[in-house]
């Protein structure tokens, strides 16, 4: 599919391209995805994680494995 530059296509904001692999793709995704919701809800971890639909343990995991920064500094 041709990105035509539309602002309208789904895809011209994707933090993915081409190019990469299914899993490098998932994993840019997954990194952009915590990263907002982290942004959002700030020092709220708690909130954060069940946005998410996972448990805090699980977001301190992506947080380090993306080398992320909450607002609490975690």
Do not use: C, W
């Not at 998932?26 to 971890?45: M, N, P, T, W």
């Amino acid at each position: 599919m041709e990105q035509t530059g539309n602002s309208t296509d789904p895809y011209t904001s994707m933090p993915f391209s081409v190019e990469q692999t299914l899993k490098e793709a998932r994993a840019a995704f997954e990194r952009e995805l915590v990263s907002q919701r982290l942004r959002h809800y700030g020092d709220d971890l708690e909130r954060t994680a069940n946005s998410l639909g996972v448990s805090r343990s699980r977001l301190y995991e992506l947080i380090r494995r993306y080398n992320l920064k909450s607002e609490d500094g975690e």
